[in-house]
């Protein structure tokens, strides 16, 4: 199954944080925050999605912006371009 979003959305793929801090420090599950960076899989039908964002892109989004979904067995967001603070270039 495939999910293709409407208009302004695209559909990301969060990647996990850092566990373990630059001085060795490992961080438990229960104090990690959400995940606020994600891997853009899938682009919505609107023109001004189409233009700022490509399929690949890595993008920095808002905690509790989106919406959460699962799909064969991994875990995604719907979020609107606005929920969209910046892309990241390596």
Same mark, same amino acid.
């Given at each position: 199954?495939?999910?293709?979003p409407c208009g302004d959305r695209?559909?990301?793929?969060?990647?996990? @944080?850092?566990?373990?801090?630059?001085?060795? #420090? #490992?961080?438990?599950?229960?104090?990690?925050?959400?995940?606020?960076?994600?891997?853009?899989?899938?682009?919505?039908?609107?023109?001004?999605?189409?233009?700022?964002?490509?399929?690949?892109?890595?993008? @920095?989004?808002?905690?509790?912006?989106?919406?959460?979904?699962? @799909?064969?067995?991994?875990?995604?967001? #719907? #979020?609107?371009?606005?929920?969209? @603070?910046a892309k990241i270039i390596d």
């Open positions: 199954m495939q999910i293709k695209l559909l990301v793929e969060p990647t996990e @944080l850092q566990k373990k801090t630059e001085s060795g #420090i #490992i961080i438990p599950d229960t104090a990690k925050e959400k995940p606020i960076v994600g891997k853009v899989i899938e682009i919505g039908s609107s023109d001004d999605v189409k233009s700022a964002f490509a399929v690949g892109d890595t993008v @920095l989004f808002a905690k509790y912006g989106g919406e959460d979904i699962s @799909l064969n067995n991994k875990d995604y967001k #719907i #979020i609107q371009m606005s929920d969209i @603070l």
